[in-house]
């Protein structure tokens, strides 16, 4: 039994969208289409603004306060790359979550976000040959040596050759301490350690032995 046979009333149903969405069901089609035209209209004049959010949620998004746009600041790094007529490229007030999504997934945008990361990780590898270069450099310095004093055509003794264990840090030819030696001394060679080679072949030995 119902609560409105003892004076309960029926609270009335909310105001704006809810209530259009009551009508929509009683009044049929044509209501509906008047209902979704409010929708449209209401949605298309209202003012939207920048969530600080997004700036967390897509490190690409920037917000310049003083003209009060949003822009993307992956693309403005290539612009030969970029869509330019992307409204995230010249900026937009459009503050719109889903052409941020949309942009996020354009073409353009993936392939200047590839740019970014190759030339980060170049920068990186950069970094690290500099680095591997200073250590050297202070390994020679504490035998009283340098890489001056170690060139073939200098007094006393040359580097002929450098000895290493096979690890890619030492033997890399990309970014490895003997790619560094051979940009200041050509000529000379790399030898993969014997005893090192040695040790490793009488260890992979007695792991199959269960006698040792
Ligand atoms: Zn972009």
């Not at 009551?22 to 449209?40: F, I």
């Not at 004049?45 to 897509?58: E, H, I, N, V, Y």
């Not at 504490?142 to 003794?157: D, I, M, R, W, Y």
Request: contains cysteine; aromatic residues 8%.
């Amino acid at each position: 039994m119902s609560l409105l046979n003892f004076g309960f009333t029926q609270e009335k149903k909310g105001h704006g969208v809810a209530e259009d969405q009551c009508k929509r069901s009683a009044d049929g089609p044509a209501a509906a289409d008047e209902v979704q035209t409010k929708n449209k209209k209401y949605d298309t004049q209202r003012k939207r603004l920048f969530l600080p959010q997004w700036k967390t949620k897509w490190l690409w998004v920037v917000y310049d306060e003083e003209k009060g746009v949003m822009f993307c600041q992956t693309c403005r790094k290539y612009p030969s790359l970029a869509d330019k007529s992307s409204p995230l490229f010249s900026g937009t007030s459009n503050f719109r979550v889903d052409l941020v999504k949309s942009h996020q997934r354009s073409r353009e945008h993936e392939a200047c976000g590839m740019r970014i990361q190759h030339e980060s990780k170049e920068r990186a590898t950069t970094e690290l040959k500099g680095r591997i270069y200073s250590s050297i450099q202070k390994g020679l310095e504490t035998v009283n040596l340098s890489f001056e004093k170690l060139q073939p055509t200098a007094p006393g003794p040359s580097l002929a050759c450098a000895n290493f264990d096979g690890c890619n840090v030492m033997l890399g030819q990309r970014g490895g301490v003997i790619s560094q030696i051979k940009e200041v001394i050509p000529t000379a060679l790399e030898i993969h350690c014997v005893a090192h080679k040695l040790e490793r072949a009488v260890l992979d030995a007695s792991k199959s032995c269960p006698q040792m």
